[in-house]
């Protein structure tokens, strides 16, 4: 079933890199209402909790490690169809693999540093909605 929400994060390096602007541009251009945003720095307890999912993988350390090591912009994202229009938009994990004109082939520096997070199912975007925003803070467009 498809919701109209899904989370988006734009990670440390795009924030340190002066994106955040040309990133939300390009989601706004793309469709999609922002109904909650703020900028803030996961703990690396934060991190890890948030990426618990991880947390066998062999990348497990580096991507917590990364995710704390400076602010980061959390937005929920409203549109028809939300989680799957907004995997098209982020485009491959790998920059060097995603399509022209996806987020990650326009602002990512590596597979690893992405530059943008976004939900991977419906039940994933309630869960890290609400690990980054209260009720209060989630408004309807």
Do not use: C, W
């Amino acid at each position: 079933m498809a919701t109209n929400r899904t989370l988006t994060m734009i990670k440390p390096n795009a924030v340190r890199d002066g994106l955040v602007g040309s990133i939300l541009n390009e989601i706004t251009k793309a469709g999609f209402k922002i109904v909650a945003l703020k900028m803030t720095q996961l703990t690396v307890d934060n991190a890890k909790q948030f990426y618990s999912v991880h947390k066998d993988r062999p990348f497990f350390e580096d991507l917590f490690t990364f995710m704390s090591s400076g602010p980061i912009v959390a937005a929920i994202l409203e549109k028809e169809n939300a989680v799957e229009d907004f995997r098209v938009l982020l485009g491959s994990t790998d920059p060097n693999e995603a399509k022209e004109g996806t987020l990650r082939k326009l602002f990512a520096e590596s597979k690893s540093r992405n530059a943008v997070h976004g939900s991977d199912s419906n039940d994933n975007a309630r869960i890290e909605s609400g690990f980054h925003f209260s009720r209060r803070e989630q408004f309807s467009s």
